[in-house]
Protein backbone atom coordinates (compact mmCIF):
# COMPACT_ATOMS: atom_id res chain seq x y z
CA UNK A 1 0.00 0.00 0.00
CA UNK A 2 1.22 3.25 -0.95
CA UNK A 3 1.30 6.59 0.52
CA UNK A 4 -1.34 9.16 -0.37
CA UNK A 5 -1.06 13.21 0.53
CA UNK A 6 -3.19 15.83 0.01
CA UNK A 7 -2.91 19.61 0.49
CA UNK A 8 -4.04 22.72 -0.56
CA UNK A 9 -1.65 25.72 -1.41
CA UNK A 10 -2.87 29.65 -2.12
CA UNK A 11 -1.19 32.53 -4.70
CA UNK A 12 -2.51 35.79 -4.21
CA UNK A 13 -2.71 36.42 -7.67
CA UNK A 14 -5.69 36.25 -9.78
CA UNK A 15 -6.65 32.64 -12.07
CA UNK A 16 -4.93 34.13 -15.37
CA UNK A 17 -1.68 35.47 -13.38
CA UNK A 18 -1.07 32.12 -11.92
CA UNK A 19 -1.86 30.43 -15.56
CA UNK A 20 0.78 32.34 -17.45
CA UNK A 21 3.02 31.87 -14.95
CA UNK A 22 3.04 28.61 -14.95
CA UNK A 23 4.54 28.30 -18.15
CA UNK A 24 7.34 30.74 -17.21
CA UNK A 25 8.08 28.85 -14.06
CA UNK A 26 11.62 28.03 -15.20
CA UNK A 27 14.00 28.72 -14.59
CA UNK A 28 13.57 30.44 -11.19
CA UNK A 29 16.04 30.19 -7.71
CA UNK A 30 13.96 27.18 -6.41
CA UNK A 31 13.86 25.53 -9.14
CA UNK A 32 17.68 24.67 -10.01
CA UNK A 33 16.91 21.24 -10.15
CA UNK A 34 14.78 21.55 -13.34
CA UNK A 35 17.34 21.00 -16.36
CA UNK A 36 15.32 20.93 -19.59
CA UNK A 37 11.11 21.08 -20.52
CA UNK A 38 10.19 20.23 -23.89
CA UNK A 39 6.96 20.15 -25.76
CA UNK A 40 5.85 16.98 -27.20
CA UNK A 41 2.05 18.30 -28.21
CA UNK A 42 0.15 20.72 -27.72
CA UNK A 43 -3.55 21.35 -29.16
CA UNK A 44 -6.87 23.19 -28.65
CA UNK A 45 -9.89 21.64 -28.03
CA UNK A 46 -13.38 22.68 -29.91
CA UNK A 47 -14.41 23.32 -26.47
CA UNK A 48 -11.37 26.27 -26.20
CA UNK A 49 -9.55 23.74 -23.71
CA UNK A 50 -5.61 24.05 -24.52
CA UNK A 51 -4.28 20.41 -23.63
CA UNK A 52 -0.49 20.39 -23.63
CA UNK A 53 1.65 17.59 -22.73
CA UNK A 54 5.54 18.10 -21.86
CA UNK A 55 8.92 16.26 -21.03
CA UNK A 56 11.11 17.76 -18.14
CA UNK A 57 14.15 16.61 -17.02
CA UNK A 58 15.82 16.88 -13.60
CA UNK A 59 18.17 15.98 -11.39
CA UNK A 60 17.13 13.80 -8.72
CA UNK A 61 19.96 12.57 -6.53
CA UNK A 62 19.10 9.38 -4.66
CA UNK A 63 20.31 8.39 -1.18
CA UNK A 64 23.36 6.12 -1.47
CA UNK A 65 21.44 3.75 -0.08
CA UNK A 66 19.39 3.24 -3.20
CA UNK A 67 21.78 3.90 -5.45
CA UNK A 68 23.16 0.53 -5.54
CA UNK A 69 19.69 -0.59 -7.09
CA UNK A 70 19.70 2.08 -9.75
CA UNK A 71 22.01 2.01 -13.21
CA UNK A 72 25.15 4.45 -12.50
CA UNK A 73 23.53 6.89 -15.12
CA UNK A 74 20.23 6.99 -13.88
CA UNK A 75 21.53 8.12 -9.88
CA UNK A 76 21.38 11.99 -10.97
CA UNK A 77 18.61 12.21 -13.21
CA UNK A 78 14.93 11.80 -13.77
CA UNK A 79 12.45 12.33 -16.34
CA UNK A 80 9.20 13.44 -16.21
CA UNK A 81 5.74 13.72 -17.62
CA UNK A 82 3.66 16.17 -17.31
CA UNK A 83 -0.21 16.80 -18.73
CA UNK A 84 -2.35 19.57 -18.35
CA UNK A 85 -5.33 21.12 -19.06
CA UNK A 86 -6.39 24.57 -19.39
CA UNK A 87 -10.18 25.40 -19.23
CA UNK A 88 -10.76 29.22 -19.63
CA UNK A 89 -14.40 28.89 -19.46
CA UNK A 90 -14.44 27.14 -16.25
CA UNK A 91 -11.24 29.02 -15.32
CA UNK A 92 -9.33 25.77 -13.93
CA UNK A 93 -6.07 24.51 -14.94
CA UNK A 94 -5.53 20.54 -13.90
CA UNK A 95 -1.94 19.04 -13.97
CA UNK A 96 -0.97 15.52 -14.09
CA UNK A 97 2.39 14.83 -13.88
CA UNK A 98 4.61 11.15 -13.49
CA UNK A 99 8.00 9.97 -13.55
CA UNK A 100 9.19 7.40 -16.70
CA UNK A 101 12.45 6.78 -14.86
CA UNK A 102 12.57 4.85 -11.55
CA UNK A 103 9.19 4.13 -12.18
CA UNK A 104 10.17 0.32 -10.51
CA UNK A 105 11.76 1.28 -8.12
CA UNK A 106 9.47 4.38 -6.57
CA UNK A 107 6.72 5.99 -8.70
CA UNK A 108 5.20 9.39 -7.71
CA UNK A 109 2.12 10.63 -9.49
CA UNK A 110 0.59 14.26 -8.82
CA UNK A 111 -2.75 16.07 -9.63
CA UNK A 112 -3.04 19.67 -9.62
CA UNK A 113 -6.29 21.52 -9.57
CA UNK A 114 -5.31 25.54 -10.30
CA UNK A 115 -9.11 27.74 -9.48
CA UNK A 116 -10.58 30.79 -8.55
CA UNK A 117 -10.95 30.86 -4.15
CA UNK A 118 -13.95 30.88 -3.81
CA UNK A 119 -13.92 33.86 -0.66
CA UNK A 120 -11.56 36.17 -2.83
CA UNK A 121 -11.76 36.01 -6.95
CA UNK A 122 -8.30 37.49 -6.77
CA UNK A 123 -6.50 34.51 -5.41
CA UNK A 124 -5.65 31.45 -6.76
CA UNK A 125 -6.09 28.82 -4.39
CA UNK A 126 -4.44 24.90 -5.92
CA UNK A 127 -5.35 21.32 -4.56
CA UNK A 128 -2.43 19.20 -4.40
CA UNK A 129 -2.74 15.39 -4.67
CA UNK A 130 0.37 12.99 -4.74
CA UNK A 131 0.36 9.23 -4.85
CA UNK A 132 3.83 7.41 -3.54
CA UNK A 133 4.26 3.95 -3.84
CA UNK A 134 7.26 1.32 -4.72
CA UNK A 135 7.35 -2.52 -5.24
CA UNK A 136 10.94 -3.07 -4.27
CA UNK A 137 10.64 -6.10 -1.65
CA UNK A 138 11.71 -5.42 1.63
CA UNK A 139 12.38 -1.81 0.92
CA UNK A 140 9.32 -0.51 -0.38
CA UNK A 141 7.93 1.21 3.27
CA UNK A 142 11.62 3.05 3.15
CA UNK A 143 11.52 4.21 -0.08
CA UNK A 144 7.91 5.46 0.16
CA UNK A 145 8.46 7.57 3.54
CA UNK A 146 11.37 8.97 1.39
CA UNK A 147 9.40 10.24 -1.52
CA UNK A 148 7.18 11.43 0.80
CA UNK A 149 9.69 13.66 2.41
CA UNK A 150 11.12 14.82 -0.71
CA UNK A 151 7.73 15.71 -2.75
CA UNK A 152 6.76 17.70 0.77
CA UNK A 153 10.07 19.66 0.64
CA UNK A 154 9.06 20.02 -3.18
CA UNK A 155 5.80 21.56 -2.56
CA UNK A 156 7.90 24.11 -0.61
CA UNK A 157 10.27 25.25 -3.47
CA UNK A 158 7.18 25.00 -6.21
CA UNK A 159 5.29 27.42 -4.31
CA UNK A 160 8.53 29.59 -3.56
CA UNK A 161 9.46 29.20 -6.89
CA UNK A 162 5.49 30.63 -8.28
CA UNK A 163 5.62 33.64 -5.71
CA UNK A 164 9.01 34.49 -7.20
CA UNK A 165 7.87 34.30 -10.95
CA UNK A 166 5.02 36.16 -10.01
CA UNK A 167 6.67 39.21 -9.18
CA UNK A 168 8.86 39.44 -11.14
CA UNK A 169 6.02 39.64 -14.17
CA UNK A 170 4.97 42.48 -12.16
CA UNK A 171 8.00 44.20 -12.04
CA UNK A 172 7.99 43.82 -8.35
CA UNK A 173 11.49 43.18 -6.87
CA UNK A 174 11.49 38.88 -6.13
CA UNK A 175 11.62 38.29 -2.03
CA UNK A 176 14.48 35.95 -2.40
CA UNK A 177 17.46 37.44 -0.64
CA UNK A 178 20.96 37.68 -0.61
CA UNK A 179 21.42 35.89 2.07
CA UNK A 180 18.70 32.92 1.65
CA UNK A 181 20.93 32.26 -1.44
CA UNK A 182 24.14 31.91 0.36
CA UNK A 183 22.47 29.69 3.03
CA UNK A 184 21.18 27.23 0.52
CA UNK A 185 24.42 27.12 -1.63
CA UNK A 186 26.34 26.54 1.61
CA UNK A 187 23.85 23.73 2.69
CA UNK A 188 24.40 22.07 -0.56
CA UNK A 189 28.16 22.70 -0.38
CA UNK A 190 28.25 21.42 3.22
CA UNK A 191 26.15 18.09 1.83
CA UNK A 192 28.62 17.58 -1.03
CA UNK A 193 31.17 17.83 0.74
CA UNK A 194 30.05 15.58 3.46
CA UNK A 195 29.50 12.92 0.87
CA UNK A 196 32.67 13.02 -0.59
CA UNK A 197 34.23 12.54 3.25
CA UNK A 198 31.90 9.38 3.06
CA UNK A 199 33.17 8.40 -0.36
CA UNK A 200 37.09 8.51 0.76
CA UNK A 201 36.66 7.02 4.04
CA UNK A 202 34.82 3.97 2.68
CA UNK A 203 38.14 3.67 0.00
CA UNK A 204 40.51 3.97 2.62
CA UNK A 205 38.38 1.40 4.53
CA UNK A 206 38.41 -0.96 1.65
CA UNK A 207 42.65 -0.19 1.32
CA UNK A 208 43.04 -1.76 4.63
CA UNK A 209 41.41 -5.15 3.88
CA UNK A 210 43.03 -5.01 0.70
Known sequence: MGKYVCCTGMLKNTWDQVCIAFWQRYPNPYSNHVLTEDIIFREVTPSNCLISRRLLTKTSRAPRWMERYLPKHMTNSAYIIEDSVVDPQKRTMTTLTWNISHARLMSVEERCLYQMNPENGSWTEIKREAWISSSLYGLSR????????????????????????????????????????????ARETALAAKEKAKDLASHAQKKQYV
Open 142 to 185: AIQEFGLARFKNSVTKTMKGFEYVLSRMQGETPSRTLAETATER
